[in-house]
Nanobody, 115 residues
Framework: QVQLVESGGGLVQPGGSLRLSCAAS????????MGWYRQAPGKQRELVAS???????NYGDSVKGRFTVSRDNAKNTVYLQMNSLKPEDTAVYYC?????????WGQGTQVTVSS
């Protein structure tokens, strides 16, 4: 079993920044992909950003140039630096980790962009 602990969400004004973190712990041999998804009210969950074990990154079109995903393999942690936040970025952000056995989801952290 794998546990994911997310942190860093909150309320921020448009144009502001936030940094999300997600730390994985538990029983696994290797982590392959780590990433973030988000779900706004009434919308489907969508990819925000992901990074694989080789460091290759993938971003959703709406966040390219504003968000940066990174990972610390020694800490089994993935980060999401979010800059130039917009009201449309408001959503629950979910961490996703794929290990040698299966994928896991975090509990979600709320990000609200509002003045």
């Amino acid at each position: 079993q794998v546990q994911l602990v997310e942190s860093g969400g909150g309320l921020v004004q448009p144009g502001g920044s936030l940094r999300l973190s997600c730390a994985a712990s538990g029983s696994f041999f290797r982590i392959y992909n780590m990433g973030w998804y988000r779900q706004a009210p009434g919308k489907q969950r969508e990819l925000v950003a992901s990074i694989n074990s080789g460091g290759w990154m993938n971003y959703g079109d709406s966040v390219k140039g504003r968000f940066t995903v990174s990972r610390d393999n020694a800490k089994n942690t993935v980060y999401l630096q979010m800059n130039s936040l917009k009201p449309e970025d408001t959503a629950v952000y979910y961490c996703n980790v794929v290990t040698d056995s299966r994928g896991y989801w975090g509990q979600g952290t709320q990000v609200t962009v509002s003045s």
